[in-house]
């Protein structure tokens, strides 16, 4: 595939980012769901922009978009605002419901687009919403069973998506399937391309420090172990990289090799490790 444009013109790819405000939830239930799904399809449609993957977790939403004609932003404003009024009017609720507008990453070639569509179809694999592969291959709040069936779709642009995985089909399929085992060692400059990454050095650099600190190893932390010790530690770094650093929990918890859920209840717990062992007062939360 030649090499994609830079900004918002026809043909350019986005890994878009949409999150709550104060990172409340932007779906209750599987109602509020559906109803995202049929205003991407009309917006997409209306729009002529082709969407390659997507992810809908609790309160964010991943998106990998082509754009057509009409520019990102344009079509991005009918998605938020129609999904804001909807869950609003739905639930009683008044005011803002994303943070900020929305956040996009230019992709630039076939492996960053590979990598993304990864990242994105991973999110309920590390939030630990589904339990592996198998069952994300049936899960439908993520682009990826779309993508490994054979069934028609609207929503999603298949062929476009699969064509950075191989020449026919199946082959890409087969691709795509083999990748996506390497799920959870996704790192930041293989989505995005950046050469000296803004986040997970902070991560790493808290895994060394935090490790050294209660004396344990940063394999021990990342690897599972369920010594005292290395609870202890990784209770520590979910709270620094989630309460000072305000990395999004899905990036640590693939880190760390936890679900969502272990970071959030980790980060809280590690608040009491951090002011108990003597981490400097810049490194807590302000």
């Known amino acids: ?98 943070q900020n507008r929305y956040k996009a990453v230019p992709i630039e070639d076939d492996a960053q687009l590979r990598a993304v569509i990864r990242y994105v179809h991973a999110n309920p694999l590390a939030a630990g919403i589904v339990r592996d592969l198998a069952e994300l291959e049936e899960f439908p709040w993520t682009g990826h069973a779309l993508l490994v069936s054979a069934r028609a779709s609207d929503l999603l642009d298949v062929h476009a998506a699969l064509a950075a995985f191989g020449d026919s089909v199946d082959a890409a399929r087969a691709a795509l399937r083999d990748f996506m085992r390497g799920w959870n060692v996704v790192k930041r400059n293989e989505l995005h391309g950046e050469p000296a990454p803004l986040r997970l050095p902070r991560l790493e650099s808290e895994i060394e420090r935090v490790s050294r600190e209660f004396g344990v190893d940063p394999s021990e932390v990342t690897g599972g172990s369920r010594r005292r010790e290395v609870c202890r530690a990784r209770a520590a770094i979910a709270h620094l990289a989630f309460h000072v650093h305000r990395l999004p929990a899905a990036e640590v918890a693939l880190r760390l090799g936890v679900t969502h859920a272990a970071v959030l209840r980790g980060a809280e717990r590690g608040r009491r490790e951090v002011s108990g062992a003597g981490v400097p007062q810049s490194h807590r939360e302000v």
């Open 1 to 98: 595939m030649p090499r994609m444009p830079r900004r918002d013109a026809p043909g350019a790819v986005h890994h878009v980012m949409l999150r709550g405000v104060a990172q409340s939830d932007i779906f209750r239930d599987d109602v509020d769901r559906a109803s995202l799904l049929e205003r991407l399809a009309l917006v997409s449609r209306e729009c002529s922009l082709a969407l390659l993957a997507f992810a809908f977790m609790s309160n964010h939403v991943h998106l990998v978009t082509r754009t057509g004609p009409t520019p990102l932003a344009r079509a991005m404003s009918r998605i938020n605002t129609g999904h804001a009024l909807h869950f609003n009017r739905r639930h009683g609720r008044v005011g803002h419901l994303f």
